[in-house]
């Protein structure tokens, strides 16, 4: 069982940046960043492949954000720039193991691929 750990959520003003940070309490093989407005499902953000830090990105967070890790501290970071009032939301580190079989990889940003879940971190961008 592994444990994630997020934190650096906030408040910012629209063209702000924030930069969250999530910790795995053991080995992971991907990890991911989701979140959701109230009332939504869960939208994926960004996935990064530990072994070799392979990303994968939402379109609509490309170019603004970036998904990077410290393979010596199992900890994943989303660095979000030029923030915009929809990115309001809550979001959320996902993690699962390698799995053992090809894939596509749209499944990064689906939520039920993944295995374990952080608790969840408020950014609210403000116009």
């Known amino acids: 069982q592994v444990q994630l750990m997020e934190s650096g959520g906030g408040a910012v003003k629209a063209g702000g940046s924030l930069r969250l940070s999530c910790t795995a309490s053991g080995h992971t093989g991907y990890m991911g960043w989701f979140r959701r407005v109230r009332g939504s499902e869960r939208e994926g953000v960004a996935s990064?492949?530990?072994?070799?830090?392979?990303?994968y990105y939402a379109d609509s967070v490309k170019g603004r954000f970036t998904i990077s890790q410290d393979k010596a501290k199992n900890t994943v970071y989303l660095q979000m720039d030029d923030l915009k009032p929809e990115d309001t939301a809550i979001y959320y580190c996902a993690a699962r193991e390698r799995p053992r079989t090809s894939f596509s990889s749209v499944l990064r940003l689906q939520e039920d691929w993944y295995h374990y879940w952080g608790q969840g971190t408020q950014v609210t961008v403000s116009s």
């Open positions: 990064i492949y530990t072994g070799d830090g392979d990303t």
